[in-house]
């Protein structure tokens, strides 16, 4: 089975502009989770996708965004980007929700803001 | 809240020597624990898990961890470190409230040759 895909695998953008990053999950895994790594603030949940829902969000400004498509794929997306927004962004998937399962990651993208 | 602690960012052990990187974690329900392996410029690779059952648990590339409830500690070992060993590990907890999980700082694991 091929693993967890991000795209881009790095990119560099400007101070307010946006940016929408992509992620392809496991084939039949069903929930996508984000999160922020940062040197600073280390690794971070940003928001998990299931059957194309939000489930889950954690505590980042509503400039961060994100959708789940029916072939589970996931976007995420910022807007009005600041310098503090430079991360890598990793995604995660996993086989449905719930606490017994662990999640496979992405590689990552790197997002640099300049 | 949950949390999860690493002691040490850095821990440098020679080649062939025993590795043991510490995480403590705080849960008011029975957890589950992950341990994580990130190589530089690559994401997270999960070495091995605690869910329910046997405290020892035996991952991959001859690492393990021990869950000991009454000292609410995870600690990863391996006997002998490799060089190939060199990378950040990361223990996680999954959250109660949305099973997120939620993360160490990370340890940096330098081997000497």
């Known amino acids: 089975k091929a693993g967890v895909t991000q795209t881009p695998r790095y990119l560099i953008k400007t101070r307010g502009q946006q940016v929408t990053l992509s992620c392809s999950p496991i084939?039949?895994?069903?929930?996508v989770s984000w999160y922020q790594q940062t040197p600073g603030q280390g690794l971070q949940f940003l928001f998990e996708?299931?059957?194309?829902?939000?489930?889950n969000k954690g505590n980042f400004p509503g400039r961060f965004s994100g959708r789940q498509f029916s072939n589970s794929r996931s976007e995420m997306n910022v807007s009005t980007l600041e310098l503090g927004d430079s991360a890598l962004y990793l995604c995660?998937?996993?086989?449905?929700?719930?606490?017994?399962?662990?999640?496979?990651f992405g590689p990552g993208t790197r997002l640099t803001v300049t | 809240a949950q949390s999860v602690t690493q002691l040490g960012s850095h821990v440098s052990v020679s080649e062939g020597a025993l590795v043991l990187l510490r995480c403590n974690y705080s849960?008011?329900?029975?957890?589950?624990l992950f341990w994580y392996v990130q190589y530089p410029n690559q994401g997270l690779q999960l070495l091995l898990k605690?869910?329910?059952?046997a405290t020892l648990v035996k991952g991959i590339n001859g690492f393990e961890a021990e869950f000991k409830k009454s000292e609410t500690s995870f600690h990863l070992t391996k006997p002998s470190a490799h060089m190939s060993d060199a990378a950040e590990y990361f223990c996680?907890?999954?959250?109660?409230?949305?099973?997120?999980?939620?993360w160490g700082a990370g340890t940096k694991l330098i081997i000497k040759p």
């Open positions: 995660a998937s996993s086989p449905t929700i719930g606490a017994n399962y662990e999640q496979y």
């Open positions: 084939s039949g895994h069903r929930s």
């Open positions: 996708y299931f059957s194309e829902t939000q489930r």
């Open positions: 849960s008011s329900v029975p957890p589950y």
């Open positions: 605690y869910t329910t059952g």
């Open positions: 996680a907890v999954r959250a109660d409230s949305n099973y997120q999980l939620i």
